[in-house]
């Protein structure tokens, strides 16, 4: 079965830097698009991001463009979202999830999320 | 931006149907995607490309499309159903490739 396998809980102090990872496994990580997506305390779901793991295509949330950085390694099937300067409002829990199809396709699998806690 | 707007609750009793109607100006356009999400656990695709069902998901969920509006459907609501549900889609232009309806919490009562 597809499996999206992410990182464990973090918590960090606001200023810190975060690289968070997503391992994908049981299918072809490189031709799938990987996204991100938020989820604050109690709030819905929001998209953050997608990659395209063979040549790192990148596209962006206009809301989120320059807040945080996608990435992925081929190499070990892992994509990541990371941050430069954490603040206390990028506490949330991430997902990552593989999209179906293209970049507007649903999402089909889904990681168990990462939670983040930014905290003085 | 482009928004998907999402009645923020329904309730039903055990047996009964539930509908959930998400609506945005490029629903005739794009594909709506439905997930379920259940307390502390990742979402699950309940309907693809407006109303094909996934593998393992039960015959009790369907989707439709009319218009600018979709809806899902839940026939014979069980109480596992309770759960929060999102549609999904992406704007015409394409700046905008995956955006989330605001969430419904679907209630059995």
């Known amino acids: 079965d597809v499996q999206l396998v992410q990182s464990g809980a973090e918590v960090r102090q606001p200023g810190e830097s975060l690289k968070i990872s997503c391992k994908g496994s049981a299918y072809r990580f490189t031709t799938y698009w990987i996204g991100w997506v938020r989820q604050m305390p109690g709030k819905g779901l929001e998209w953050m991001g997608i990659?395209?793991?063979?040549?790192?295509?990148?596209r962006y949330s206009p809301s989120f463009q320059g807040q945080v950085t996608i990435s992925a390694d081929k190499s070990i099937s892992t994509a990541y979202l990371q941050w430069s300067s954490l603040k206390a409002s990028d506490t949330a829990m991430y997902y990552c999830a593989r999209h179906a199809t293209g970049t507007t396709g649903g999402l089909d699998s889904w990681g168990e999320g990462t939670l983040v806690t930014v905290s003085s | 931006s482009y928004e998907l707007t999402q009645p923020p609750s329904v309730s039903v009793s055990p047996g009964q149907t539930a509908r959930i109607t998400c609506s945005g100006d490029?629903?005739?356009?794009?594909?709506a995607y439905w997930y379920q999400q259940k307390p502390g656990q990742a979402p699950l695709l309940v309907i693809s490309k407006d109303s094909k069902r996934p593998s393992g998901i039960p015959e009790r969920f369907s989707g439709s499309s009319s218009g600018t509006t979709v809806t899902l459907t839940i026939t014979g609501v069980q109480s596992e159903d309770e759960a929060d549900y999102y549609c999904q889609s992406a704007d015409s232009s394409g700046t905008y490739p995956v955006v989330f309806g605001g969430g419904t919490k679907l209630t059995v009562l």
């Open positions: 490029a629903l005739p356009k794009q594909y």
């Open positions: 990659i395209y793991p063979s040549d790192s295509d990148t």
